[in-house]
């Protein structure tokens, strides 16, 4: 069964971390490419970020620059967000995605929530 499942997710003050995991299952991440994105409520599904096939192009909205990294572990089927200095607009439900060669995003995660709050 082709499935990503995120998990990380959780309550954090500001300008506290989170690392989000997504683990893939019933296909091998490496020869997709990942992307992060959110979904705050009552506003649209936003990307955060996304990583080539290749983990040689990543590329993160710039809300999120230099706050968070992607990065993946080829050996656990995984990839991460590392979320840093976090704020209170980071808050949102986080899903990742994987796209095949036809360029779409075919798979996706169930989500997991992430609120920042003091």
């Known amino acids: 069964q082709v499935q990503l499942v995120e998990s990380g997710g959780g309550l954090v003050q500001p300008g506290g971390s989170l690392r989000l995991s997504c683990v893939a299952s019933?296909?091998?991440?490496?020869?997709?490419?990942i992307g992060w994105f959110r979904q705050a409520p009552g506003k649209e599904r936003e990307g955060v970020s996304c990583?080539?096939?290749?983990?040689?192009?990543?590329n993160y909205a710039d809300s999120v620059k230099d706050r968070f990294t992607i990065s993946r572990d080829n050996a656990k089927n995984t990839v991460y967000l590392q979320m840093n200095s976090l704020k209170p607009e980071d808050t949102a439900v986080y899903y990742c995605?994987?796209?095949?060669?036809?360029?779409?995003?075919?798979?996706w995660g169930q989500g997991t929530q992430v609120t920042v709050s003091s």
């Open positions: 995605a994987a796209a095949g060669v036809r360029g779409s995003y075919e798979y």
């Open positions: 019933g296909f091998s991440l490496d020869s997709y490419a």
């Open positions: 990583l080539s096939s290749s983990d040689s192009f990543t």
